[in-house]
């Protein structure tokens, strides 16, 4: 362990930044702020008036860490081979459809937006929906603890999974600047591991569009808000979904994963017409389900995972990235964690950052549900807290560069499609490392508390 002039204990950093000169460390920010304009490593820029609604006005490059984040490679190629079993983990547990209600049948009394999911699966369950083309573009999240060396499973989902594309990028422009800069660093890009998840996901939808078989039907991507498809979408008596006359074979949820994304009964309406159709969907119903974090808790329960693994070798693997995972009818859990909360999370069944509770706020949070003496308790999980190591980065953000300390959180994609019992794609895609400063508990990126980074294998 190395402790920096701050007194931070972390893990051994990439470089003694201290020791960077700071003439090159100007001269990469600027190149790395070029490079972000000419390769498209851009978002929206929320301060610019006409930004989202006109094409090309208004953009900024994304935040992003200067140098790759260094990383252990035993622990990528862990991370990496655990995510096929993870895939098909999702499609096991998805075609349980008895496991999903039981297991979130007290969430469900609680929390209104996971009652409205439940409520579409139960009634693709009555009327017997079979899916036969399955697809999965998952990201399973991963935190190393410091302390026990373990990759730590943060979360697994399977909606929306974003930044596939500018993850890439952010490997690409890491390259570059050690391309050039490398040798005055020390450092050899070739040590930076490719990162093609944009296009494997791309061409996993393709297949699904493929498997579909009919050229006519096209890819359908559901962005904010859903209510077009409500008014002009049909459904024939055989199940074809048509939204506008145009035939859909695949339907990509990009927004569907958050309350805020039915702000009326109108895109639960599209979401059921969707659902009820024979396109296939990414994800469906069951697997926007078993990405729940009740369902995460529930599958680190023992002998769980072997109701839907048969390999032993594998459900030990699986098992091995579990973080503690607790319901809070737990009450042994629960004294603990008002003794030392600090040392857990306590989650709401949410997607898209901002929800979870920490520190003092979850003793506060967990005094009031006992007093309430309510069921309120159900709509959340309680999980044991990650520390990786902290380590100094440059922070790149709003063109200008920052120093801080930070951890990281490598995300492995992965993409899945069958169709019947043929499985067509089962692979690891890519990766996603968001790196933030040690301070901030939550890990957006688009939330503004992370950035984009990339990994340095040692
Ligand atoms: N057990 C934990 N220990 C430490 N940090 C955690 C833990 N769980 C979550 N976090 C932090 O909080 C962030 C958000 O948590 P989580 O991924 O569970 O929520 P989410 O709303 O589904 O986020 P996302 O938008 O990434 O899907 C994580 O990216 C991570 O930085
Ligand atoms: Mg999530």
Redesign the pocket.
């Known amino acids: 362990m190395a402790t920096d002039e701050e007194g931070v204990v972390g893990a051994k950093p990439l470089l003694d930044l201290h020791g960077v000169d700071q003439n090159l460390v100007e001269k990469m920010a600027f190149d790395s702020l070029v490079w972000s304009s000419l390769h498209g490593l851009v978002v929206g820029d929320r301060t610019a008036q006409r930004s989202g609604k006109v094409p090309g006005v208004g953009m900024v490059h994304a935040p992003f860490s200067l140098l790759p984040m260094s990383f252990p490679e035993n622990q990528f190629n862990m991370a990496c081979e655990v995510a096929p079993i993870f895939n098909e983990l999702v499609d096991r547990v998805s075609l349980d459809g008895k496991f999903l209600q039981d297991s979130l049948s007290r969430t469900k009394k609680v929390d209104a937006f996971t009652a409205r999911l439940l409520d579409i699966h139960s009634k693709m369950l009555e009327i017997n929906k079979k899916e036969d083309i399955r697809l999965g573009l998952h990201?399973s999240?991963y935190?190393l603890d410091e302390q026990t060396k373990l990759l730590?499973q943060?979360?697994l989902?399977t909606i929306?999974?974003?930044f596939s594309g500018l993850s890439g990028l952010v490997t690409e422009l890491h390259r570059s600047l050690l391309i050039h800069y490398g040798e005055q660093l020390g450092l050899d890009s070739r040590k930076i591991p490719g990162n093609t998840a944009v296009s494997q996901f791309a061409e996993a939808l393709a297949k699904a569009w493929t498997e579909y078989n009919n050229p006519r039907a096209v890819v359908m991507v559901v962005v904010q808000t859903e209510e077009q498809i409500d008014t002009e979408g049909e459904l024939l008596p055989d199940g074809t979904l048509l939204v506008g006359g145009q035939e859909i074979a695949v339907v990509y949820f990009r927004a569907g994963?958050t309350p805020t994304d039915y702000p009326s009964e109108s895109e639960w309406r599209a979401r059921l017409l969707m659902e009820q159709s024979s396109a296939v969907k990414c994800p469906s119903i069951s697997y926007h389900l078993a990405g729940t974090?009740k369902i995460q808790q529930e599958l680190a329960k023992p002998n769980v995972l072997e109701r839907f693994l048969d390999n032993k070798e594998e459900i030990a693997k699986v098992r091995k990235c579990f973080?503690g995972l607790w319901s809070l009818d737990d009450s042994e859990i629960i004294s603990q964690a008002m003794e030392r909360p600090e040392l857990?999370?306590m989650?709401p069944q949410?997607?898209?950052?901002?929800?979870?509770i920490?520190g003092e706020d979850v003793r506060e949070t967990l005094l009031r549900l006992r007093k309430e003496g309510t069921e309120e308790d159900a709509a959340y999980i309680l999980?044991?807290?990650?520390?990786?190591s902290v380590s100094p980065t440059f922070l790149m953000r709003d063109g200008i560069c920052h120093k801080d300390h930070a951890?990281s959180?490598l995300?492995i994609y992965g993409a899945y499609l069958r169709s019947k019992e043929k499985v067509i794609v089962n692979e690891q895609c890519g990766y996603l490392m968001?790196t933030?400063v040690a301070s901030?508990?939550?890990?957006?990126v688009a939330?503004g508390?992370?950035v984009l980074d990339s990994i340095y294998l040692t």
């Open positions: 990201r999240d935190m730590l943060i979360e989902n929306s999974s974003s994963y974090k973080a857990y999370v989650k949410r997607e898209g950052g901002g929800n979870n920490y999980m044991q807290r990650i520390f990786p951890i959180e995300g968001r933030k901030s508990n939550e890990g957006g939330a508390f992370a």
